[in-house]
């Protein structure tokens, strides 16, 4: 597992033990928006506090599954920033007047988000329900998200905060979108056609300086762009292993 994704998880247990040890901590860091004036901590805390065994473990599997993923792409701060805004996504859509004096508590709406976020750049991958039942990534996101209005809407398990589960969704869609948006790409296609020079390794750059950027994916454009705006102003030699290892595996030999 990587860095944020084992740290959230460890986080996640270590609370709940202490649910099941110190009486009065649930209600301590739970959400009730009607009292977040007074308890505004909880907008946060909120994620790492759980109603049960079934309820931690599911939270907690879908993060290992697909947090790694997401994590290892977008670097520890984005996927810190991507895990907690959903998470305060899902907390914003429990001001609603059905939830608003309940309490909502548990990391659903944060994975939620990073689920979203792994299907908006792998849409196809192929996963199994029980090690079974094949299911591509979007479809997943498709079907949580219908579970999640439908049971806003009181058709199904009343006692859930569904939209907070789709305001985790919401945000990992957008915020990805939004990555994409504001990524290195435009202001390096300009800077590429410069050339790359003052390193040793002219082989390397000429194969880097070749790689197809604009038929790259949005992400993986951003993340080639940075590496070559990287090799630019620092030098070839500034890259690590895996960075070189990144560059060559997008060039054309």
């Given at each position: 597992?990587?860095?944020?994704?084992?740290?959230?998880?460890?986080?996640?247990?270590?609370?709940?033990?202490?649910?099941?040890?110190?009486?009065?901590?649930?209600?301590?860091?739970?959400?009730?928006?009607?009292?977040?004036?007074?308890?505004?901590?909880?907008?946060?805390?909120?994620?790492?506090?759980?109603?049960?065994?079934?309820?931690?473990?599911?939270?907690?599997?879908?993060?290992?599954?697909?947090?790694?993923?997401?994590?290892?792409?977008?670097?520890?701060?984005?996927?810190?920033?991507?895990?907690?805004?959903?998470?305060?996504?899902?907390?914003?859509?429990?001001?609603?007047?059905?939830?608003?004096?309940?309490?909502?508590?548990?990391?659903s709406g944060a994975v939620y988000g990073v689920i979203t976020a792994y299907a908006r750049v792998w849409p196809h991958d192929r996963l199994y329900i029980w090690g079974i039942i094949p299911i591509q990534a979007w479809?997943?996101?498709?079907?949580?998200?219908?579970?999640?209005?439908?049971?806003?809407?009181?058709?199904?398990?009343?006692?859930?905060?569904?939209?907070?589960?789709?305001?985790?969704?919401?945000?990992?869609?957008?915020?990805?979108?939004?990555?994409?948006?504001?990524?290195?790409?435009?202001?390096?296609?300009?800077?590429?056609?410069?050339?790359?020079?003052?390193?040793?390794?002219?082989?390397?750059?000429?194969?880097?300086?070749?790689?197809?950027?604009?038929?790259?994916?949005?992400?993986?454009?951003?993340?080639?762009?940075?590496?070559?705006?990287?090799?630019?102003?620092?030098?070839?030699?500034?890259?690590?292993?895996?960075?070189?290892?990144?560059?060559?595996?997008?060039?054309?030999?």
């Amino acid at each position: 597992m990587t860095k944020w994704v084992s740290t959230i998880i460890a986080a996640n247990v270590l609370v709940f033990m202490l649910q099941m040890a110190v009486p009065g901590t649930t209600d301590a860091l739970a959400l009730v928006p009607a009292q977040a004036a007074e308890h505004p901590w909880t907008l946060v805390t909120y994620m790492f506090v759980h109603g049960g065994l079934g309820h931690i473990f599911w939270n907690m599997l879908g993060l290992f599954v697909f947090g790694p993923r997401v994590e290892t792409l977008l670097g520890g701060p984005r996927f810190l920033v991507l895990y907690f805004l959903s998470g305060l996504g899902g907390a914003l859509l429990s001001f609603l007047p059905q939830y608003y004096s309940h309490a909502i508590l548990g990391a659903s709406g944060a994975v939620y988000g990073v689920i979203t976020a792994y299907a908006r750049v792998w849409p196809h991958d192929r996963l199994y329900i029980w090690g079974i039942i094949p299911i591509q990534a979007w479809w997943i996101v498709a079907f949580v998200s219908a579970l999640s209005i439908a049971g806003g809407v009181g058709l199904v398990d009343p006692g859930t905060a569904h939209f907070a589960h789709l305001g985790g969704i919401f945000v990992g869609f957008f915020y990805m979108g939004w990555l994409a948006r504001h990524s290195a790409a435009r202001r390096f296609q300009r800077q590429a056609s410069t050339g790359l020079t003052g390193t040793n390794d002219a082989d390397a750059l000429r194969r880097w300086n070749a790689i197809p950027v604009s038929q790259l994916h949005e992400l993986n454009r951003g993340e080639v762009l940075r590496l070559l705006e990287k090799v630019r102003t620092q030098g070839a030699k500034s890259l690590t292993l895996d960075e070189r290892a990144t560059l060559d595996r997008f060039s054309v030999s």
